[in-house]
């Protein structure tokens, strides 16, 4: 990340309560996603959540994206 982008997304974690929780959910999306690519079989339930973390990994990233949009400047 540039240096630029590095200073805004710090800023925002600390000046904007949306974006700081939308950075954590992506973070816990990321640490239980890489608990369990370490399993060597998951279950159907197991499976099905895989796929609802990861697409609530990318939904949080994507607000995290549409926040810094509308603060550069």
Not at 2 to 24: C, T, W
Not at 55 to 66: C, G, I, P, T
């Amino acid at each position: 990340m540039p240096k630029k982008e590095d200073e805004q997304v710090k800023r925002l974690l600390d000046e904007n309560k949306e974006f700081r929780d939308s950075y954590n959910a992506h973070r816990d999306c990321e640490s239980k996603l890489l608990r369990m690519e370490k399993r060597p079989h998951l279950s159907d339930a197991g499976i099905v959540e895989k796929k609802n973390l990861k697409k609530l990994k990318l939904a949080m990233k994507d607000k995290m994206e549409r926040i810094i949009s509308g603060h550069r400047g």
